[in-house]
């Protein structure tokens, strides 16, 4: 009888969930995308929790525990039934001169806080949708951050091939005018057009990676393209996370551990439902009988109940005891997890950020230094064209070292973030331009 209630219930639930998908609709018809050339990490995420599907999927789940939690709370229906006997059969019952006709009405009446237990379960289960939604918005958070710096990275990449180019065009001239007068042999200006023309190659690999780097970004926003043209944003600025120890004190408060600890009210909450069902609901009835053959009537009174309840419900409970501490061992081993974790993206930060500092303050000032001299030589006749493309190289080959240990260092960062429990902002991205 309990099920025949919660099934009268249905359809009232299901207009509630359509009338939230229809608002989620609107919303989504009406949200506001980025509709300007340049953008940073705010714009970015902004966008990103105004429109993301996954985020308004929550409200449409809502909505539905919302309609079980009325469903919950409903006590059992009261039920009317009639009973017809003695009639349609043989000699005296052929017809209904005999008939008796009993009107019956009855309710369950549950025992043992049933109607309590499932209220519990279906706060629990949105205390747990809560929580859910934050796991997901600092995902979605640390998402948007890792393409965000992946597109400031590759404009980075950009400019630095631009600036390679300008160098192989104004080199491949010398050379020219080295040639011309015979001041260096042909196989010199052979070599420069080649490198002019992978450097150009490369500009342009780089500029369609630059493209769906974009175009990557833009979808966490439902956007099919993007609409902006760069990102700003200060890359070889980096900012010192919390000391490790005070992270790792604070594991606790991440919302993959917390969940754990919605998931065992849930779990306690059911296992009082379990409990519940010791006790046997009873089914008092009361009616009305007609006796047409005498044509008299009376009252009838009646009692159902199950019987046996508590060995039915062992099985039940026991269940629900397991499932209870099953969530603690399974929340302590995500802990030590989520601890390991927050260790190994510690050192990769230290890793990552004492190559920053060391091609910064030391490896590219020395090759900017070598740079200068050979290039004075190179003017002057004294170095070849070889001499002067290979300081080129490595000092191209350190400028991209450092963009990539940067931007390396800004998504470990944004990593030791989200495994924090904390919110991403455009801090983390030393602030902008």
């Not at 939230?20 to 995420?45: E, M, V």
């Not at 510690?346 to 020395?366: H, R």
Request: proline share 3%; glycine share 4%.
């Amino acid at each position: 009888m309990k099920k025949l209630s919660y099934r009268k219930r249905i359809p009232g639930n299901f207009f509630i969930i359509l009338v939230g998908a229809f608002s989620i609709i609107c919303t989504g018809i009406q949200a506001s995308s980025i509709d300007k050339d340049n953008i940073n990490l705010r714009d970015a995420i902004r966008a990103t929790m105004e429109n993301n599907p996954q985020l308004s999927s929550f409200h449409l789940r809502q909505v539905a525990l919302q309609g079980e939690q009325k469903t919950a709370g409903l006590r059992p229906p009261l039920e009317f039934s009639a009973d017809l006997e003695n009639a349609y059969g043989d000699d005296q019952y052929k017809d209904t001169d005999s008939a008796e006709l009993t009107l019956t009405l009855s309710k369950v009446i549950e025992m043992g806080g049933r109607r309590s237990a499932r209220l519990d379960i279906a706060n629990q289960q949105q205390q747990q949708l809560a929580t859910q939604k934050r796991i997901l918005e600092l995902d979605l958070l640390a998402q948007v951050t890792h393409r965000f710096i992946n597109v400031l990275a590759t404009q980075h990449r950009l400019a630095l091939q631009t600036k390679a180019i300008l160098r192989d065009e104004k080199t491949l001239l010398s050379i020219q005018q080295r040639v011309s007068v015979g001041r260096a042999p042909k196989s010199e200006l052979a070599r420069a057009r080649a490198s002019l023309t992978q450097a150009k190659l490369a500009y342009k690999q780089t500029k369609r990676t630059l493209n769906t780097d974009r175009i990557k970004l833009a979808s966490l926003w439902a956007e099919p393209k993007a609409n902006f043209k760069s990102v700003n944003a200060n890359l070889l600025t980096l900012n010192q996370p919390e000391s490790l120890d005070k992270l790792l004190s604070e594991l606790e408060k991440n919302p993959d551990i917390l969940i754990y600890a919605n998931e065992t009210r849930l779990r306690e909450a059911e296992l009082k439902l379990a409990r519940s069902e010791r006790w046997p609901s009873f089914e008092p009835s009361m009616g009305y009988r007609q006796f047409k053959e005498s044509d008299n009537s009376a009252l009838v009174f009646g009692l159902s109940m199950p019987l046996f309840n508590q060995q039915r419900a062992k099985g039940v409970i026991s269940k629900a005891k397991a499932e209870h501490l099953n969530v603690d061992v399974q929340r302590k081993a995500a802990l030590l997890e989520i601890r390991a974790q927050m260790l190994g993206l510690y050192q990769q930060y230290e890793q990552a950020q004492d190559e920053v500092n060391a091609f910064k303050n030391d490896i590219l000032p020395q090759l900017k230094q070598a740079r200068n001299e050979t290039q004075k030589a190179f003017n002057k006749g004294r170095y070849s064209y070889l001499d002067w493309k290979a300081i080129q190289n490595e000092e191209m080959t350190a400028e991209l070292a450092l963009i990539n240990a940067a931007a390396r260092a800004h998504q470990l960062h944004a990593e030791i973030e989200r495994l924090s429990g904390r919110a991403l902002t455009a801090n983390n991205l030393g602030g902008e331009k």
